[in-house]
């Protein structure tokens, strides 16, 4: 079974006419996100994307757009900060209105 993190909404842009199909995306994507399809990189696995910007800091031509930190890898991060297991309430995911990854 494929993890999902984000069940009612995400952040995640693809500008397919900006893309120029380098495979950037596909290569940094920690959950295999993106496939290049006809020399361009689609949304494969949209309910994969934890929303940690890889992505779109490695896009050479700012074909793609995240608001990183929002989702589940903003949940992991401010759980390691904390001491705390991972948590998708207050700053980041449900109830922030920012997101609803891990929800």
């Known amino acids: 079974m494929t993890a999902s993190y984000i069940k009612n909404g995400e952040t995640l842009v693809l500008d397919s006419q900006a893309c120029i199909g380098c495979g950037a995306c596909v290569d940094v994507c920690p959950h295999g996100v993106f496939i290049l399809e006809a020399g361009k990189a689609r949304i494969d696995r949209r309910g994969a994307c934890m929303e940690c910007g890889a992505c779109a800091r490695n896009c050479p031509v700012a074909a793609l757009a995240v608001e990183a930190g929002v989702g589940c890898a903003g949940a992991i991060i401010l ?3 904390r001491g705390t297991a991972p948590s998708c309430g207050g700053e980041a ?3 922030s209105g920012k997101g609803t ?3």
């Open 79 to 81: 759980g390691k900060l």
């Open 101 to 103: 990854a891990c929800c």
């Open 93 to 95: 995911g449900c109830g």
